[in-house]
């Protein structure tokens, strides 16, 4: 119940109201049936639930779509969520074509006709569920969307027959004007008594007024029985008021099946129409769902940002004066050692190529890496290996290895020169010579103190103010 926002009332009933209602997650107008069980007999209690059932069942363009519903036992409430149709009902129809003295066209007529005769199909002769005899169709109960699509509702008085071929129904139920011939001798009846309350729903649609109408339910009875029409408006053509009088057919027998009916040229014809139009329409919603939904995305997405927008208000506020203060401080004390590392050149090992033999000799050229006080006895490092394709075992230089110790701190430099006491060259032993890893580690942490996120925008700040020729502090 919490997914539906209630909105006006928009018909009520000798149980309950109608009411409109709005579901939150997309905003579609859904209609809520709501129904006080406290004052039914039990009989009637029976046939709201018949009702819930059946309309469980239906699934159909041209009738009334079953949503869902709830039930609350403490105020003796039950809620049929249903679709809502912003049309109203025919009987609103006629009514204002009588009061303003206009009749209904005959095309509309033959299009309502087609969508009622697919609606009762779907009841009288679906292989999804058993045959549903409608038992009430009258004007009240026919509803139109926005786009006039006829909607079959109010199965209150619906009943349900298990096989059509030799079941009948007994119970006497349904609007007096709209009792077939066969209801009113209390004689069993069967889908055949939709079809003549639907032929006088058509009638009416097109004389404004039903077809057998009398003051007493003796008189009623008896024109019912006879089946004598008054004539139709010129308006009208022989064909429409020809199938009119098909479905008021007082032998229930003659009288046609919904198959039979929407075999006629012009009714296939309006319902092909209708379909075309109902293909748009559909089109058209989907664009406004679509429109719909990215509008909520885009709605949402602002909420985040601007969430996002106040949590960082909120983390620079809770800071305190000192804290402030710390961060300071260590930014300008890393824009100082960075901008002093940025004006110190860094070269990598030249790699040369010796012409004499197919090996390789590193000789570093930077002298500056080594920061100061840095222990070593190794002046000069050339180191000379096979090359790997030969696989052979590496060689030395015959140069004899005097002080060959060497201290390398964590971030030493591995090629750094230093000079002996007898001007001799030395040369590492093969247990003393430098790891990949060494120079490797040694590399990277001279690389790390100068590349890190805040010495790029500390660097990007010092470049700044260089070109403006400004003094750097």
């Known amino acids: 119940m919490n997914n539906y926002e209630p909105l006006e009332a928009v018909g009520s009933g000798s149980f309950g109201i109608i009411r409109k209602v709005r579901r939150k997650e997309d905003g579609k107008m859904l209609a809520r049936k709501e129904i006080d069980y406290r004052k039914m007999s039990e009989k009637e209690k029976k046939q709201l639930v018949a009702e819930v059932n059946i309309l469980r069942e239906l699934r159909h363009p041209n009738i009334v779509r079953y949503y869902e519903r709830f039930v609350d036992r403490q105020n003796c409430l039950i809620f049929i969520i249903m679709e809502y149709c912003e049309g109203g009902d025919l009987a609103a129809v006629i009514k204002r074509c009588k009061k303003e003295g206009r009749f209904i066209p005959e095309e509309i007529v033959w299009n309502l006709l087609g969508q009622l005769l697919l609606a009762l199909q779907e009841c009288h002769a679906s292989d999804k569920h058993p045959t549903i005899l409608h038992r009430d169709i009258k004007p009240d109960n026919v509803f139109l969307d926005k786009l006039l699509n006829v909607k079959l509702g109010d199965f209150g008085l619906s009943r349900v027959i298990e096989n059509p071929e030799v079941d009948f129904a007994k119970t006497y139920v349904g609007t007096p004007f709209y009792m077939s011939p066969e209801l009113v001798d209390e004689s069993r009846y069967n889908a055949k008594s939709d079809i003549w309350a639907l032929g006088c729903l058509i009638y009416e649609l097109c004389a404004l007024e039903p077809p057998f109408q009398a003051n007493t339910q003796a008189a009623l009875s008896a024109k019912i029985k006879s089946g004598k029409l008054l004539p139709l408006s010129s308006i009208y053509s022989q064909e429409l008021q020809a199938i009119i009088r098909i479905m008021l057919t007082t032998k229930h027998e003659l009288r046609p099946e919904t198959t039979e009916l929407l075999a006629h040229g012009h009714i296939r014809l309006s319902i092909r129409e209708q379909d075309l139009s109902n293909s748009i329409a559909n089109l058209n919603r989907r664009e406004e769902e679509f429109e719909f939904r990215l509008l909520n995305l885009q709605e949402r997405e602002r909420l985040v940002a601007q969430r996002e927008a106040e949590l960082d208000l909120l983390a620079i506020s809770s800071l305190t004066g000192r804290t402030r203060q710390s961060l300071s401080v260590v930014a300008r004390s890393e824009s100082n050692e960075n901008i002093s590392l940025a004006h110190k050149p860094m070269s990598k090992p030249s790699i040369a190529l010796n012409t004499n033999h197919p090996t390789l000799k590193l000789e570093s050229k930077n002298e500056s890496l080594l920061p100061p006080n840095t222990n070593t006895q190794c002046t000069t490092l050339k180191c000379s290996a096979v090359s790997p394709s030969l696989k052979k075992t590496p060689r030395y230089t ?60 500390l660097r990007g700040r010092v470049n700044t103010l260089r070109s403006q020729d400004m003094p750097i502090s």
Do not use: C, E, W
């Open 398 to 457: 015959d140069m004899p290895a005097r002080n060959t110790t060497h201290s390398l701190n964590q971030a030493s430099n591995p090629f750094q020169k230093t000079a002996t006491d007898d001007g001799r060259v030395p040369v590492m032993a093969p247990s003393q010579r430098f790891s990949n890893t060494a120079i490797k580690n040694y590399t990277n942490t001279r690389t790390n103190a100068m590349y890190s996120p805040s010495s790029d925008r």
